[in-house]
């Protein structure tokens, strides 16, 4: 997503409009920006009273697992479980994904180790080819 005009040229472009009796046109070119875009400014500044931008980042959704002592043990309880499982048996009801992300928070892995199997083992020899 683009970055939003500084709050500083904001303030020039309205000023030049409303204090100096430029116009919108000329204050366009001036300020090589489009002209909807001055139109949208003075549209926020009837509306709020301000030109500020609107904010770009979603707001900061408060965690579902507060105490991680409590996740620490109960994942210690339950980790023969699948993540689905535990988001079942985690009060208040959370999701599977939401369990993953506290796991590695906590330092877990949910990777399962591999078994030896006959066609894992081989030699580690060099591919002769026979001519």
């Not at 430029?22 to 549209?43: G, Y």
Request: positive net charge; hydrophobic residues 35%.
């Amino acid at each position: 997503m683009p970055k939003p005009y500084s709050y500083d040229l904001r303030q020039k472009v309205i000023n030049a409009i409303v204090l100096d009796g430029m116009t919108k046109t000329e204050a366009a070119q001036v300020f090589k920006i489009s002209r909807n875009t001055i139109n949208l400014w003075l549209q926020r500044q009837a509306q709020t009273g301000d030109y500020q931008p609107k904010p770009t980042r979603p707001q900061r959704i408060n965690a579902k697992i507060t105490d991680w002592d409590e996740f620490s043990q109960f994942a210690q309880m339950h980790g023969d479980k699948t993540q689905a499982q535990m988001a079942q048996l985690w009060s208040p009801q959370i999701s599977p994904r939401t369990i993953s992300r506290g796991l590695k928070k906590i330092g877990w892995s949910r990777k399962k180790s591999l078994m030896a199997t006959e066609n894992e083992i081989r030699p580690n020899v060099p591919f002769l080819c026979s001519n």
